[in-house]
């Protein structure tokens, strides 16, 4: 057989035993009886021992060594071969014992976390985020890194991102949005106390249905469930699954929950399943991930086209609730500014304030500047400073967010870039398809979902996310567009006489 289909083969077979993992995982967060947890950590543990025994054996090097001389590859065979390669290197570094307590110790601290996060007592969780934190830092070690040592754990989730790149903008960041921020503090405020009265549960989920379906998400290839975090899980393009969660007094939540997940979810099951097991048929980097979400969830899901179509639908779920409620006041609802506790709840402006926090305790952390007890105090600390919140409880502050308990360090800055590639990105498509606001504001969202698998879906890791971003927009990312977005958007809504 040809090596580069022997090649295909391999990565078809390590593909069912990763995303046999991820049905592990999902019904892990999603179904699983508390009692059956450590049963689990350890039916886990095994098949990661088995997948990292897998990729790193010898033939698969010798293959990969082989097919990068090989002249005869195409474009896109090349760059599986490029990728899958990278990979390889990297899981080469990595002993059994390490990826074996790193397995464990992820599902130690996931089950610690939640208790603590329920009983309001993050000693309950410390010891275990202080062994992710340990492995966290030796991986660092093994995986080598210029400049800051968070760069290697950067670069796994948006390769390419470094430190020395990440820091200006965030401070670009802080030098713009705060003062934007403290500007719309000053003007008249919104009205959104609707938001918040008694919303019916079932009818809630009912609702999230029928907007999903509208955006072109495809239930034969994918369902919905109820889980704490919100998120997107994917076996393959033809099974790909979100979680929301619903708040029976604060409406917004599971709008903007299943609205971001279902973004996700498109570009999963937009990828071609005839690469399965291939970096062709995987999400380019996290940054592109989020980029997706937030399209939806903030370029769309909150502009006032969209809900002058879909006002409709809640007015009739809900009619008590919103019956002196038109579109336009709910548009300004779901779109005021203001400093809040939880991150997954925020405005799209203040929500980089969040992150930010997070990616400066992150760095300090890993560099070892101050270790995880210390996380309480300075975590309130940063909420006064950036945020000017006092954070009444850790269940609330510290404990908010599932991912150190998943051993995710260097993952939360891809969640700005997400918002900065999705306003790039909107703007394009603005250009590109003739009346787009006018066709979101009468239900017709296919369209921009076609853009969207023809410029960015199909590729898979085909491009590098930079790369992607250049053929798509012939820039590089730029904090321009965000900062133009939401000065237009929100200057319109804060100073409608201006
Ligand atoms: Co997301």
Not at 59 to 85: H, I, M, Y
Not at 143 to 156: F, I, K, R, S, T
Not at 159 to 176: N, T
Request: proline share 3%; glycine share 4%; charged share 30%.
């Amino acid at each position: 057989m040809e090596d580069y289909q022997i090649f295909a083969d391999k990565m078809k077979e390590l593909g069912d035993i990763k995303y046999a993992l991820s049905v592990l995982n999902w019904d892990q967060e999603v179904n699983m009886p508390e009692k059956g947890a450590p049963f689990r950590a350890g039916q886990m543990a095994t098949l990661t021992g088995i997948y990292h025994k897998t990729y790193t054996k010898e033939e698969l090097g010798t293959l990969l060594s082989k097919l990068s001389q090989n002249k005869s590859l195409d474009f896109e065979q090349k760059r599986n071969v490029e990728a899958v390669k990278k990979d390889y290197d990297n899981y080469k570094k990595y002993s059994l014992e390490f990826v074996t307590e790193m397995s464990h110790s992820v599902s130690e601290a996931f089950q610690a976390w939640h208790k603590a996060k329920n009983e309001d007592d993050f000693s309950i969780y410390a010891p275990k985020l202080e062994k992710i934190v340990q492995l966290k830092r030796e991986e660092c070690e093994l995986l080598g890194y210029e400049g800051h040592p968070y760069n290697a754990l950067l670069d796994q989730f948006e390769e390419g991102a470094r430190v020395k790149d990440i820091d200006p903008l965030f401070s670009d960041v802080k030098k713009q949005l705060v003062d934007f921020v403290k500007d719309l503090s000053e003007a008249p405020q919104v009205e959104d106390d609707f938001m918040y009265k008694k919303y019916d549960k079932d009818k809630q989920w009912q609702v999230t249905i029928e907007l999903l379906k509208q955006m072109g998400y495809d239930f034969n290839a994918g369902r919905q469930d109820i889980s704490t975090h919100p998120f997107t899980t994917s076996f393959n393009p033809r099974d790909v699954r979100i979680t929301t969660r619903i708040n029976e007094h604060n409406l917004s939540e599971v709008l903007w929950s299943s609205i971001h997940e279902g973004g996700h979810a498109l570009y999963e099951q937009g990828l071609k399943s005839k690469y399965y097991g291939l970096p062709q048929s995987e999400a380019v980097s996290l940054g592109i991930h989020e980029s997706q979400s937030r399209l939806w969830e903030n370029n769309v899901g909150r502009s006032s086209a969209y809900w002058q179509h879909n006002f409709k639908k809640l007015s009739t779920a809900f009619p008590e609730n919103l019956k002196n409620v038109n579109a336009s006041d709910f548009y300004k609802a779901m779109n005021k500014v203001q400093s809040s506790l939880i991150r997954t709840n925020s405005d799209e402006i203040t929500y980089h304030f969040h992150i930010l926090i997070r990616y400066e305790i992150e760095k300090a952390l890993i560099n070892k500047e101050i270790e995880v007890n210390d996380l309480p105090q300075i975590w309130n600390e940063k909420y006064k400073q950036y945020l000017n919140i006092d954070v009444p409880s850790d269940a609330k502050g510290v404990l908010q967010d599932i991912h150190w308990s998943h051993g995710s360090i260097g993952y939360f800055p891809t969640y700005s870039l997400g918002s900065f590639y999705a306003a790039q990105f909107f703007a394009q498509a603005q250009k590109d398809i003739p009346q787009l606001e006018e066709k979101i504001s009468t239900g017709q969202l296919k369209p921009l979902l076609d853009w969207l698998r023809e410029n960015i879906h199909q590729y898979g890791r085909t491009y590098k996310a930079h790369e992607l971003c250049k053929r798509i927009t012939g820039e590089e990312l730029d904090f321009k567009y965000f900062m133009d977005y939401a000065d237009r958007k929100y200057k319109s809504i804060y100073f409608p006489n201006d």
